[in-house]
């Protein structure tokens, strides 16, 4: 829902805190030739990706580097209009079809997965020090996200297990309906 993702990305405290990633973006390595403040609506949806990958490869068996992402959102720009994730497989063998990979994709079943995903984001192992991070892993460019939910394979990931944050998804302690999946129960 383009129209929910622009309102959500619009509210002030979603700003604040994605100008927190934005800093560490521009100063690292990884983004210093960037042009343009990066966007809540791509962390959303990365991080959104990252969750599906370890729900899907909990639920299936099958193991998480051999599954991939491709984020369909620009950065630090709209000028696509592009909202949306694809998640494959990136091996040719027969891994996908023993624990139901590519069955847990089907109506009626991804929904069930989506819901879990998120359910368990709401509260990572490392909590409360993850969810209240200012900046972790690679050159501090994540907030809520570390190896316990939302850090993946490096093989997996598009853009190096950077540009995450958990709190955006699912809400923070101190700001629960800051996340565009707001989640009642912690």
Not at 14 to 19: C, K, L, M, N, P
Not at 59 to 75: A, F, M, P, T, V
Not at 91 to 114: A, H
Request: aromatic content about 6%; some cysteine.
């Amino acid at each position: 829902n383009s129209a929910a993702l622009k309102d959500w990305a619009l509210r002030h405290d979603v700003r604040a805190r994605i100008d927190k990633l934005d800093r560490a973006y521009h100063t690292s390595k990884y983004g210093k030739n960037s042009v343009g403040k990066l966007r809540p609506e791509f962390v959303l949806i990365h991080t959104f990706a990252h969750l599906l990958i370890n729900q899907l490869s909990f639920e299936c068996g099958y193991g998480s580097s051999s599954i991939r992402e491709r984020i369909y959102c620009e950065k630090t720009s709209n000028q696509c209009e592009m909202y949306g994730v694809l998640i494959y497989t990136a091996s040719g063998d027969s891994e996908g079809s023993l624990g139901g990979l590519v069955r847990q994709g089907e109506k009626g079943r991804i929904e069930d997965t989506i819901i879990a995903a998120l359910k368990n984001a709401a509260w990572c192992s490392s909590d409360p020090i993850c969810i209240q991070s200012a900046g972790q892993g690679p050159e501090s460019c994540n907030l809520a996200a570390c190896h316990n939910c939302a850090l993946l394979p490096e093989t997996c990931c598009e853009c190096g297990n950077r540009l995450l944050d958990r709190g955006l998804a699912v809400g923070t302690l101190d700001n629960p309906k800051i996340g565009f999946f707001e989640m009642p129960e912690r």
